[in-house]
């Protein structure tokens, strides 16, 4: 099949979007690429139909977010497409299935997360994988200059030397012309190719409000639009808060932060797509593989920390390509909340290691140990156990996985899941459990497929209800199957996990270095102002100042931004006064034929002295004036 008909028998679409094609050509044609597209341009085709035209081989998908790989995976799987993936917060069984996948030959992707390539056994064993094509997804992220720089991701050039003369795709939404630069150096690009979409979305009208009560300009906007809509906050109170202002107002509204049990935020994510909730109150944790083409209105309640985060965000709004709006919401406050930020995301060195000590001892982890361990980690109950602000250590938290000495997954795989590993013919020659456990194997096997090859994610509320028992019984059941070695069971949990990549360090040993530190906190403060910058424009065009911020000098006032729109009405408004202004003025030199001067013109007809003599200009010029001496009149022949 040729690329278009792969694309036809899997995605039923019968023509690729923009830029689409010329990244696929480029790289069946064993060219390095980098691909800029924008939020929702449909990045994913670009390697999933190269991966598929590929008779053999794995296509190997480096990606940051757990949710959005495994999202990925599930729909590539409803697609009948074959992948398979890792990440930290697999069990062994899981990891050996995938292997057993990848080994024979049923699996054409590959998904890992960039840590992956730190463990030495998994570099070995991808050795014998017959890998096609390498990509490097949200690929902002292995620029120092980006805004989610990410460590890890600089072992990712490790694969150039491991898979020689494989092909590297890069993609991402949001890179400045420095970052595009640093991405094709840090992957070490041969003679690449690199396509850029306009990160202009024609359809969306990008709109700053001004407000000092921002939940009631957020009821004003939400009531005067129709259509799905999202509210971006920074505080997970605040989600809670304003959804509960909303549906008090009749606007059906939920909320959603990483912090909500996942069967609660699977069901409000599910009930907002379907449209049974027109409104989703939501931190930064929501959106990543979300494609909801018809979100109308995209608001931020609280400022991003940079243009890139905003765009992607906003870039959620119109992807049916049908007008839409994204709206910031601005305050006096917020500059200097905003340069706060900054503060608050560099703690000083030695709170760093001191919290890095306080975080082993808290986990048990003794100097020298902790390789590779993956550990639950409640930063609630560590920060009161140990009296610290929980700004301070997510700050850092993030700091010290940067600089690689461990990695948060504040999201862990949390979904219940199960794998038969008894032969299908076994289950007939069961006789020694409980007959609860019995009938809670059946209806597993009636609800869901593929229990006996892969990991399945179940939903114990679901089975409870078929069988009309308490969700208690189906976890002991599934406990006690898993005792008789019938069942793999992982049960679903929510907290979070804190990964180590490498032995617990010394404090006196840490490194946190400038490029992490010094560097990384004149980026942020770049970035702050840039973001500053949009959201306090008074002037020239808020779109095409965003758009030169990423790389588009020559961008053109988009004309529906809310400066723009305001220039307009100034024009509109201007042109009737000077309508008006030159009626009156033609009038009085019609009823004084020996003519008037300037002043005297001024004086009768209004109009001040720019206005007035703007206008008489343009008549003497236009021939319906004459002047002599400084003394107008009506030309004669009008």
């Known amino acids: 099949m040729d690329i278009h008909d792969i694309l036809k028998k899997y995605w039923g679409y019968d023509s690729f979007r923009p830029l689409q094609e010329d990244i696929i050509k480029s790289v069946l044609q064993g060219h390095d690429t980098l691909g800029l597209m924008p939020t929702g341009g449909g990045k994913s085709i670009t390697f999933q139909v190269p991966g598929l035209y590929y008779e053999t081989g794995v296509t190997l998908v480096v990606t940051p977010l757990v949710s959005l790989m495994k999202d990925q995976v599930d729909n590539l799987k409803k697609r009948h497409i074959k992948a398979v993936y890792f990440h930290a917060g697999m069990t062994m069984a899981e990891s050996r299935a995938a292997w057993e996948k990848l080994v024979n030959g049923n699996a054409r992707f590959l998904y890992i997360a960039p840590e992956r390539l730190n463990n030495d056994r998994f570099t070995l064993e991808l050795r014998n994988i017959p890998v096609r094509l390498i990509v490097v997804d949200e690929a902002h992220c292995i620029s120092q200059w980006g805004y989610d720089f990410r460590p890890s991701y600089l072992n990712i050039k490790s694969l150039r030397v491991l898979k020689p003369g494989i092909p590297v795709l890069a993609l991402t939404a949001t890179a400045t012309p420095a970052v595009a630069e640093d991405i094709r ?10 396509f850029r979409k306009s990160f202009a979305r024609d359809n969306i009208s990008y709109i700053v409000r001004t407000s000092e009560a921002k939940i009631h300009e957020t009821l004003h906007i939400l009531s005067r639009t129709s259509g ?64 909801k083409p018809d979100v109308r209105v995209v608001i ?42 900054i503060t608050e995301a560099f703690p000083e060195r030695q709170i760093v290691k001191r919290i890095y000590e306080l975080i082993c001892v808290f986990l048990h982890i003794s100097v020298g140990e902790g390789y590779e361990a993956l550990k639950q980690f409640d930063i609630n109950k560590f920060c009161r156990i140990f009296e610290l602000q929980e700004k301070q250590c997510r700050s850092s938290i993030r700091l010290l996985s940067q600089a690689g000495y461990l ?5 862990p795989d949390s979904r219940s899941r199960i794998k038969i590993i008894v032969r299908r013919e076994d289950l ?16 597993a096997l009636r609800l869901y497929t593929g229990l006996f090859s892969d990991y399945v994610y179940i939903r114990e509320p679901e089975i409870a209800s078929h069988l009309d028992i308490p969700e208690t019984e189906i976890y002991e059941a599934m406990l006690e199957l898993s005792r008789h ?36 906190k004149h980026s942020m403060t770049l970035r702050t102002e840039a973001m500053l910058g949009y959201a306090f424009r008074k002037e020239g065009c808020r779109v095409s100042g965003m758009l030169q911020y990423f790389g588009e000098p020559d961008a053109s006032s988009c004309g529906k931004c809310d400066i723009c ?43 001040d002295t720019a206005e007035t003599a703007n206008v008489v200009t343009f008549l003497c010029n236009e021939g319906y004036v004459k002047c002599k001496n400084l003394i107008f009149s009506i030309a004669e022949n009008n």
């Not at 999202?230 to 202002?245: A, G, M, N, P, T």
């Not at 804190?498 to 946190?512: C, G, M, N, Q, V």
């Open 565 to 607: 729109r305001d220039n307009k009405k100034r024009k509109v408004n201007s042109l009737e006064v000077a309508e008006k202004l030159t009626e009156r003025i033609i009038a009085f030199l019609k009823d004084n034929p020996g003519g008037s001067t300037l002043p005297m013109i001024e004086r009768h007809c209004g109009g």
């Open 185 to 194: 150096t840090q992957l070490g690009f041969h003679e690449g190719k690199t």
């Open 428 to 443: 007939y020659e069961i006789h020694d459990v409980s007959h609860t456990a019995e009938s809670v194997l059946a209806k």
């Open 407 to 411: 990695n948060f997954i504040e999201e």
């Open 228 to 291: 799905s809509s999202i509210v971006y906050v920074r505080s997970r109170k605040r989600c809670r808060d304003i959804s509960d202002f909303l549906n008090s107002a009749d606007i059906s509204s939920t909320f959603y932060h990483a912090g909500l049990d996942f069967t609660v935020k699977e069901q409000r994510q599910n009930d907002w797509q379907a449209g049974k909730v027109r409104v989703m109150v939501a931190t930064n944790a929501f959106g990543m593989g979300i494609d």
């Open 485 to 520: 070695k019938i069942i793999s069971y992982i049960p679903h949990s929510d907290v979070p996990m804190i990964y180590f990549p490498t032995a617990r360090e010394d404090k006196s040993y840490l490194l946190i270095g400038k490029n992490i530190y010094e560097e990384r």
């Open 300 to 341: 931020h309640y609280d400022i991003p920390p940079s243009l890139e985060e905003y765009y992607q965000e906003a870039g959620r709004a119109g992807r049916d390509e049908l007008p839409s709006y994204a709206v910031l919401l601005a305050s006096k406050n917020d500059p200097g909340l905003m340069h706060r930020r």
